[in-house]
Nanobody, 124 residues
Framework: QVQLVESGGGLVQAGDSLRLSCAAS????????LAWFRQAPGKEREFVAG????????HHANSVKGRFTISRDNAKNTVYLQMYSLKPEDTAVYYC?????????????????WGQGTQVTVSS
């Protein structure tokens, strides 16, 4: 069983940067594909970015491409989401998720392990 705990959320202004972290316990993350999703009030949970188990491959949603970067440190059992040039529309609860699939999939139903989420609020 994998337990995931996100941190790093907060209230920032438009244009600011923020880095989210997701630490795992229970099992090593080195064999899992990891991803970040987000959910704004009244909206579906959506894929933000994913990274392969080795860290070699990444995939970012078009809405964040060029502004957000996913990375991982398997030695620290942690995945990160570096966010630059934040916009009010980035406001959401951000979740990290883990999957045993070898490929990065943007469908949330393929991720059986989830953290509790961390709130990111971007003011205009």
């Amino acid at each position: 069983q994998v337990q995931l705990v996100e941190s790093g959320g907060g209230l920032v202004q438009a244009g600011d940067s923020l880095r989210l972290s997701c630490a795992a316990s229970g099992r090593t993350l080195s064999t899992y594909t990891l991803a970040w999703f987000r959910q704004a009030p009244g909206k579906e949970r959506e894929f933000v970015a994913g990274i392969s188990s080795s860290g070699r491959w990444t995939h970012h949603a078009n809405s964040v491409k060029g502004r957000f970067t996913i990375s991982r440190d398997n030695a620290k059992n942690t995945v990160y989401l570096q966010m630059y040039s934040l916009k009010p529309e980035d406001t959401a609860v951000y979740y990290c998720a883990a999957s045993t699939y070898a490929t990065i999939i943007d469908d949330k139903s393929n991720y059986p392990y989830w953290g509790q989420g961390t709130q990111v609020t971007v003011s205009s």
